[in-house]
């Protein structure tokens, strides 16, 4: 148990005590104090409770005081009637000590796992990863560590578009030349030269664009040349995606792309046909709005010119073929009947914000109501002139591009300050860091917010950055180099008096809060501004208490903090995908 949940335990407790009726407990939540002048940790419970209880609220609070039996800290009443909690000395190296002896570091573990599919990075394939993938790749895998930590049930699924247009296209142009040599050694530039030679060529003549097309129906009708051209096409994207993957340490349970799904989609329309949920308009077949919402709240609605007109999500198109939207009809089918899913997260792009509002919207008068769906969001990577990120053609720059780029930005900070002696330890260091540094930039922002990337602040060892980070739990690990014989760990020996100490025990303990925090908007943001707030605690302690040159009982309490700073950092970057080195 947290703090923050046996505090509210206590209050609910001595709630029961004063005979108060508390219709829903839950809602009865101690948070940490934003000030910390008024103490550790605050509720407001006495202020929600006081009409019920009728009786005002600070009164009420005072009774609730008088009646909580703890040692653990020092309550007081501020204001209309919060509770404010200040934790003694001691409860905080009790505190400590607990989460030393925890493997988990005291983050609470869930008691009601869930089953969650988490939906992310998805590239369209035959076309390389593009910036604008670092998103819902790196975001989409913190959030599977930081609900796997809690004890839920993840299941990460990479639902490539492997299906599309773009098959069309490539295999138009693989039949005018492709270059096996260049699909040996460079197998997804040779794809992409295709691609837009391909596309290229259809945007100003209308009849390659028709024959692109009929390369696709060709294929979606199992032509035999046409399925081997997309075999190979999507074994050697699984390749190039793969060391993409291996480089970032992103990994999935299940690779179900688009096509996996192709079998069950005209069942799947006759089905929402003859429910009644889907009906033929000019040719196609299409999911109208279930008026139940008003216009402006229904996804199936827009405005044009001043009046409401239907905006129909189309599951088969006149010429018989099936949408993206079907094949995401048909995952969520597939996703609860198979996996049992109670949760699906989708970590897409927010332009994609009506297709999911529209896909939940159905999927609930299909009849999957039980499962919880969930857009999660994100907005874009901008460049340095505010523009969406661009490469000096124009183009989205290249995923791969973009690490090597970082890599090597972070490779000149490694050779300005680095102690490491080899250039194999330089150069791997410098891939940490540079991995680390994007993986970290895009964790410390909100997800809705776009950010411009600039590489040189992101691998700057000063600042809020993933290298400042690093730096601190090298920190750490050195102070153990440093000591002689070894250091047996005793939790029993935390004793915490001065200050920076009690801070710094005040941020190591409130790491499961903030692991928990992650999970109620999906926001690693959380996360990873908490262990910049450590690591400068860490940093205020390190410089105030003297841990190698301190005796006795007091140095070996604060070789514990350091101790279990260390394994919280190590733990929390491990939850957000980025590798700590031990020394640099
Ligand atoms: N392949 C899609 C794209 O690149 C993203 C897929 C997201 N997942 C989903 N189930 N729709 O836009």
Known sequence: ??????????????????????????????????????????????????????????????????????????ISIAGP????????????????????????????????????????????????MHVGHIRGTIIGECLSRVGAKLGHKVIKDNHLGDWGT??????????????????????????????????????????????CRSELVKLQQGDPENIAIWNRCLELSRKG?????????????????????????????????????????????CIFSGETEPPKKDPFKVNRDG??????MIVRKGDGGFNYATTDIATVEFRVNEWQADEIWYVVDFRQSGHFEQ????????????????????????????????????????????????VKAARAVVDQ???????????????????GSVKFTELAHHRMSDYVFDLEKMVALEGDTAPYLLYSYVRTRSIFRKLEGDFIADPEAFAVTEPAEIHLVRMLTRYGDQVKLVMEDYRPNLLATYLLELARAFHSFFEACPVLKSEGATRESRLLLCDLTSRVLKDGLGLLAIQAPEKM
């Not at 270059?179 to 003549?205: C, G, N």
């Not at 009046?307 to 129909?312: G, L, N, S, V």
């Not at 009849?367 to 901008?382: A, E, F, P």
Request: with cysteine; glycine share 4%.
């Open 307 to 312: 009046e409401w007109q239907d905006f129909p």
């Open 166 to 211: 773009q098959f069309g296209m490539v295999t138009w142009a693989w039949k005018k030349g492709v270059d096996e040599v260049a699909l040996e050694t460079a197998p997804l530039q040779e794809l992409l030269r295709l691609y837009r030679s391909s596309s290229e060529a259809a945007k100003t003549d209308d009849a390659i664009r028709e024959e």
């Open 1 to 74: 148990m947290t703090t923050s949940q046996i505090l509210s335990e206590k209050i609910l407790a001595a709630l029961t005590t004063l005979g108060v009726e508390v219709p829903d407990p839950s809602r009865i939540q101690v948070t940490t104090a934003a000030d910390l002048r008024f103490g550790d940790f605050q509720s407001n419970a006495a202020m929600m409770l006081a009409k019920q209880a009728q009786k005002n609220p600070r009164a009420l609070a005072e009774e609730i005081v008088a009646k909580i039996e703890t040692d653990l800290c020092e």
């Open 241 to 285: 995606l793969d060391v993409i993957y291996d480089r970032l340490d992103v990994s999935f349970d299940h690779w179900m792309g688009e096509s996996a799904y192709n079998d069950q989609l005209a069942p799947l329309v006759e089905k929402l046909q003859s429910t009644g949920l889907a009906r033929e308009s000019n040719g196609a077949v």
């Open 81 to 128: 009637g919060f509770l404010n909690f200040t934790l003694t000395p001691k409860a905080w190296a009790d505190l400590a000590a607990a989460q030393y002896a925890s493997a988990n570091l005291s983050v609470p573990q869930t008691a009601s796992p869930r089953t969650i599919v988490i939906d992310f990075s998805a590239p369209n394939v035959a076309k390389p």
């Open 359 to 406: 896909l939940f919207d159905a999927s609930r008068r299909i009849g999957h109501d039980q499962v919880n769906l969930v857009h999660v969001s994100y907005g874009t990577i901008l460049g340095k002139d505010n523009k969406p990120l661009k490469t000096r053609s124009g183009d989205l720059p290249q995923l791969g591009d973009v690490l090597d780029d970082a």
């Open 417 to 435: 300050k680095s102690r490491l002696d080899t250039e194999q330890e330089k150069e791997e260091l410098a891939e940490l860091i540079g991995i």
